[in-house]
């Protein structure tokens, strides 16, 4: 198992920006699929974007597509999400997550939580209005 720690979280004026981060601390494996999912209070949890890391593809959910980034550091074993105009409604614990082996259809395709098998301990994400 690979210990995944997010960072970068933080309080934010709406239209303001975060740059999360999800480090390694361990690498044992080449992840397939990497993604960034979040859980508000009493709403179930959201993929909001993945990553195939060996071509770079990505997928965002439709709330976020246009505002959110994820990106990739292969030699720093990091994962990233740039949020930009944040919302009120962007409120929520953020995690990173990832799994291997997996093709970009089941990246692209597999938007559940328990498809994810590596998970960090999350970052809080607070945006007021």
């Known amino acids: 198992q690979v210990q995944l720690v997010e960072s970068g979280g933080g309080s934010v004026q709406a239209g303001g920006s975060l740059r999360l981060s999800c480090a390694a601390s361990?690498?044992?494996?080449?992840?397939?699929?990497m993604g960034w999912f979040r859980q508000a209070p009493g709403k179930e949890r959201e993929r909001v974007a993945a990553?195939?890391?060996?071509?770079?593809?990505?997928v965002y959910a439709d709330s976020v597509k246009g505002r959110f980034t994820i990106s990739q550091d292969n030699a720093k074993i990091t994962l990233y999400l740039q949020m930009n105009s944040l919302k009120p409604e962007d409120t929520a614990m953020y995690y990173c997550a990832a799994r291997s082996p997996a093709s970009w259809y089941n990246c692209y395709s597999d938007s559940f939580a328990g498809a994810y098998h590596d998970w960090g301990q999350g970052t809080q994400v607070t945006v007021s209005s």
């Open positions: 990553i195939y890391t060996v071509g770079g593809s990505t």
């Open positions: 361990r690498y044992t494996y080449r992840y397939a699929c």
